[in-house]
């Protein structure tokens, strides 16, 4: 159905017109989202009036309200204004949703998140970070090292950076977008970059893709979608990746793009080594993705690219320091595929080699838990304290299948190392006097770790008086 509201503005127009009577109003249903927040912020910075709803109080929430953003919690109908010109709405929203349906009897333009997201390729010479795993990272020092450079970039990534005001979004003066691409639901799949990097493919949502080959060919489409002339980044220490180089190289040609081809075995991997402060071979290797591309297709100097890769301290929820509990430190991350999983733990066993390590960890999704269920079993190797937490469920994202559990893996993982400590606990909120079972926590580095509410958590624990003379059994 066309929009009423077409004829008073023009979507694609990154600044609205002064003639309007009052700015534009976009209204973003499940705005609490990582990818749903970054709109809402960039909207924000294009001067839009910006409201929202999602079903229930987030930092993110409490975060837009702050900056004047009307957020609501709940979906209802009564939360859209009847002058709201464009309606948006992430992926996991059901096309009933009460705010979609009336946005559509009232004649509003609706699109969803990653239509919206494609829009905004188009009016920036747009640079995007795609990847099973390493996105953000990746994004976030693409977006730095561009910064340094004084190419004023735009940005939309899916992690909250101290240099964008603790915000994921910037809204820059330069031509560049800095965007992180994301797979889930296809999305990408409706952008039009001009230059990006791809981490690496991997078998994860597959509650989406058939199987890997569905994951694989669907990265091929994606490249097909990219601009004539632009350029591709891509790591060639990835196996699933460099399978496709001879696809990749026919698309290529096909579409004037050009591709180079980055590893961990590559000249400049010591000079990054000697800079970076951010531990982890997966880290290095999203470092060195980000000076490739900036050095090879932005015209950035190594000089620049190198000094805004030393400046970077990491990003929110990625192996991110937020306090301490009884003398360990804690660290929130939102690993949750077995994948970042291993490298995450791998990466404080290199930082912290003469501390033992606490991982606690939330599962995201019974689906994703089921169907890699035996890679997650092996994924905490470098964990020598394992806590299970229940799994994180995500409305609209789980079905009646019978699916494992997190009593399922806890007892899995204990059939595979008897002696490890390990537990799995129904009830979060006695987290701390599972810890206290440890032994003395100051000779521990907790980690919290998982992609669902566990940071709430992780919030009540350093807050937390820690317990006494506790000694629990396990599972």
């Known amino acids: 159905m066309p929009s009423r509201k077409t004829s008073n503005f023009q979507l694609l127009n990154s600044n609205p017109s002064p003639n309007l009577p009052h700015p534009p109003h976009v209204h973003l249903v499940g705005i609490g989202g990582i990818g749903m927040s970054s709109l809402a912020y960039w909207f924000l910075g294009q001067k839009w009036l910006v409201s929202g709803s999602?079903?229930?109080?987030?930092?993110?929430?409490?975060?837009?309200?702050?900056?004047?953003?009307?957020v609501k919690i709940g979906h209802k109908s009564a939360h859209v204004d009847p002058q709201t010109d464009l309606l948006i709405h992430n992926q996991a929203i059901d096309q009933d949703n009460p705010e979609?349906?009336?946005?559509?009897q009232l004649e509003i333009e609706v699109l969803s998140y990653p239509q919206m997201i494609g829009n905004i390729t188009r009016l920036y010479t747009t640079v995007a970070i795609a990847g099973a795993h390493g996105k953000s990272t990746t994004t976030a020092i693409t977006a730095l090292i561009m910064n340094k450079a004084k190419l004023d970039p735009s940005v939309i990534i899916g992690t909250r950076l101290k240099e964008f005001d603790n915000t994921n979004s910037r809204v820059g003066k330069g031509d560049y977008l800095v965007l992180e691409s994301d797979e889930y639901g296809r999305a990408f799949l409706n952008y039009q970059p001009v230059y990006?990097?791809?981490?690496?493919?991997?078998?994860?949502?597959?509650?989406?893709?058939?199987?890997?080959?569905?994951?694989?060919?669907t990265f091929l489409k994606y490249i097909a979608g990219f601009r004539p002339g632009g350029g591709l980044v891509l790591n060639k220490d990835d196996k699933n990746l460099f399978s496709l180089k001879s696809k990749i190289e026919k698309i290529a040609k096909e579409n004037s793009l050009q591709v180079v081809w980055y590893s961990l075995?590559?000249?400049?991997t010591a000079k990054i080594k000697k800079i970076i402060q951010v531990p982890g071979r997966h880290n290095l290797s999203n470092a060195q993705g980000a000076h490739l591309l900036a050095t090879k297709f932005l015209r950035v100097s190594e000089k620049d690219s190198l000094?805004?890769?030393?400046?970077f301290r990491g990003t929110w929820r990625r192996m991110e320091l937020v306090g301490k509990y009884d003398g360990a430190p804690v660290f929130d991350?939102?690993?949750h595929h077995p994948t970042e999983i291993k490298a995450t733990l791998s990466a404080f066993k290199e930082k912290y080699p003469n501390k033992k390590i606490v991982c606690v960890f939330q599962p995201h999704l019974s689906d994703r838990l089921t169907k890699l269920f035996g890679e997650f079993i092996t994924a905490f190797n470098d964990a020598n304290e394992t806590l299970i937490l229940p799994i994180y469920k995500v409305a609209g994202r789980e079905n009646n299948a019978k699916h494992k559990s997190s009593q399922d893996l806890a007892r899995a993982i204990q059939k595979k190392q008897p002696h490890k400590p390990l537990f799995y606990m129904e009830h979060p909120k006695d987290l701390h006097l599972a810890l206290a079972s440890f032994g003395p926590l100051n000779k521990r580095v907790i980690v919290m770790m998982g992609a669902g509410d566990i940071a709430s958590l992780t919030q009540k624990l350093i807050k937390t008086t820690p317990p006494r003379n506790i000694r629990m059994g396990c599972c």
Do not use: W
């Open 307 to 311: 000094s805004a890769i030393k400046s």
């Open 54 to 70: 999602d079903r229930e109080k987030s930092l993110i929430t409490q975060d837009l309200l702050k900056r004047g953003v009307r």
């Open 100 to 104: 979609l349906k009336r946005a559509r």
């Open 265 to 268: 075995k590559d000249p400049t």
């Open 333 to 335: 991350d939102y690993a």
């Open 196 to 217: 990006g990097i791809i981490t690496n493919i991997d078998k994860e949502h597959l509650d989406i893709y058939r199987d890997l080959q569905d994951i694989k060919n």
